[in-house]
């Protein structure tokens, strides 16, 4: 039987590891397997077609809360242009539908909910009746399944992210969270882990490895065993992992502080500070045992770290909020300010009814509103969490930031005023952007330090932006540049001239800023 595996990505640097797991699976039972990976942002007819021209038996198509919409209405469709195929939904937004989904969207003829890759294959081996829905069982070949890169190469190979899984389930069960409706958490030894990590070493044009596992370090000897192999010399390319900062020990942080530098990312969800809030979502955490094991890796300058906060958590309004975001935000290279949405299958969603949540019964199910928090206090933070990310997210802006916000009282009072102050700024190109940023900052300082605030904007765009400075800053160029720039790319190889400036800062000091690698360098 030849199955069509479906996968529409957020964006095209993305990979699905999902259809991968399945497509394996298929294949070891007989079947022929074939993967239609596209992403949101692909023209639509074109993706169709794609589907289309598969002539597959079955569809499975791959559902999750940011393309729903998108692929109900794709199958639809595929449904009229080739109705004796089956079409098969699975994957976490759709598995903890009811049989009244059907009612719903008839042209799908199953479910699969849970693990899939011994529920797919015995769906194609003995196909149920139409508009059930099958349940899927822990896949007991996780562990062997390997990179499945090597059998089903990614779409693309311009810097993108691969996934890569080394671990299912969490150990904890977080009440707004999906894995808190499965217990246990089964695990790929170190050893094989690290020698599965070595395939991703030949591949080119792959930025980051991202691992999907939900608490990566919650063995602490196997955690250790794994960063200790990636910190050598074999392994170049960026690892990214989730981790729960509270279980590090000493023989981590001693692990982590001899890493290269960028050749790990770590991401702490640390969701709130409030230790009230933390009991109310059943979340066992230290908040600020977490805070300190943050700013003491931070401390060490090698590796970035994220940090998450959810707004609309129980138990915490807006100021209780902003104090999490001050607490956070100083022990991170980068704060990422989500939304509570209250997914189906997780206990606080049935539960929201004694905490005055209202929320889009459209995916992503988003809180619109709580006894906490008001729609206007929610509107807010999303403005706020508009200008977090377009000049703190990208990390495009860390010395105006730092200067800045030495000044404040408070970094969360920051952001607020600066949403006011440019209320469209996803609507605004980098460059408009980066004016009106400087027009703001310029209000905020004393005069006596615009100069200083110019040098640190300055910096900032020929460090991470492309293209000449914006015209209202144009800083004198260091006579001695050309030799200068001979001198750096003879000792850096990987530097080419033609990105190479030398300019002079407001104290006269001189700074070589290598623009294609995103490095600087006092000039003496």
């Not at 000897?221 to 690892?239: E, M, N, P």
């Not at 706020?384 to 105006?400: H, K, Q, S």
């Not at 200067?403 to 460059?431: N, T």
């Amino acid at each position: 039987m030849k199955v069509a595996l479906v996968a529409c990505n957020a964006s095209y640097v993305h990979t699905n590891l999902a259809v991968r797991c399945i497509a394996r699976a298929l294949t070891l039972r007989g079947h022929e397997a074939v993967l239609v990976e596209r992403s949101l942002k692909d023209r639509r007819r074109e993706f169709l077609t794609a589907l289309y021209e598969a002539k597959a038996d079955v569809y499975g198509f791959s559902v999750y809360i940011w393309n729903r919409d998108t692929v109900l209405s794709l199958a639809a469709d595929l449904h009229q242009l080739r109705p004796e195929a089956k079409i098969v939904f699975g994957g976490p937004e759709i598995s903890y539908e009811d049989p009244s989904f059907f009612a719903r969207h008839p042209f799908v003829d199953n479910v699969i909910a849970g693990e899939g890759e011994d529920a797919f294959p015995d769906y194609c081996d003995n196909p149920p009746p139409r508009h059930t829905i099958l349940c899927g069982t822990p896949y007991g070949g996780f562990e062997a399944a390997g990179i499945l890169y090597d059998l089903y190469p990614p779409h693309t190979k311009t810097g993108g992210i691969l996934y890569y899984e080394s671990s299912r389930g969490c150990p904890f069960r977080c009440s707004y969270c999906l894995s808190s409706a499965t217990r246990g958490v089964r695990a790929k030894s170190a050893e094989v882990t690290v020698a599965e990590l070595a395939q991703f070493e030949s591949m080119d044009g792959v930025a980051v490895i991202k691992f999907v596992d939900r608490t990566f370090n919650f063995d602490r000897r196997r955690a250790d065993a794994i960063w200790q192999a990636l910190a050598g010399d074999s392994f170049t390319k960026t690892y990214h992992f989730e981790v729960c900062a509270d279980l590090l020990d000493e023989e981590n942080f001693r692990t982590l502080a001899a890493m290269p530098k960028g050749r790990i990312q770590l991401e702490c969800g640390v969701q709130s500070t409030n230790p009230d809030t933390l009991r109310a979502i059943d979340r066992h955490a230290n908040p600020a045992k977490i805070l300190s094991a943050l700013d003491r890796i931070r401390r060490v300058g090698n590796i970035h770290i994220h940090a998450d906060l959810i707004a609309g958590l129980p138990c915490e309004n807006y100021e209780r909020f902003a104090q999490s975001f001050d607490e956070t935000f100083p022990v991170c290279d980068l704060l990422q300010l989500g939304f509570l949405k209250l997914l189906p299958g997780t206990s606080l969603r049935n539960q929201c009814t004694g905490m005055g949540y209202r929320y889009s019964p459209a995916p992503p199910y988003e809180v619109l509103t709580s006894d906490c928090l008001s729609y206007e206090e929610f509107c807010r933070l999303h403005r706020i969490d508009e200008v977090l990310d377009r000049f703190a997210g990208g990390g495009n802006f860390p010395r105006t930031l730092a200067f800045l916000l030495a000044e404040e009282k408070s970094p969360f009072a920051f952001f607020p005023d600066l949403a006011d102050a440019i209320p469209a700024v996803r609507a605004l190109s980098q460059r408009n952007a980066f004016s009106a940023f400087r027009r703001f900052a310029s209000n905020r300082v004393p005069s006596d330090k615009l100069s200083e605030l110019d040098d640190c904007l300055m910096l900032d765009w020929l460090t991470h932006e492309a293209g000449s400075l914006p015209d209202e800053l144009d800083p004198p160029r260091d006579p001695r540049e050309g030799e200068l720039r001979r001198v750096y790319c003879a000792s850096h190889k990987e530097a080419h001239p033609s990105t190479i400036q030398v300019i002079c800062l407001s104290d006269g000091t001189s700074v070589l800023i290598d623009r294609q690698n995103h490095r600087t360098e006092i000039i003496p």
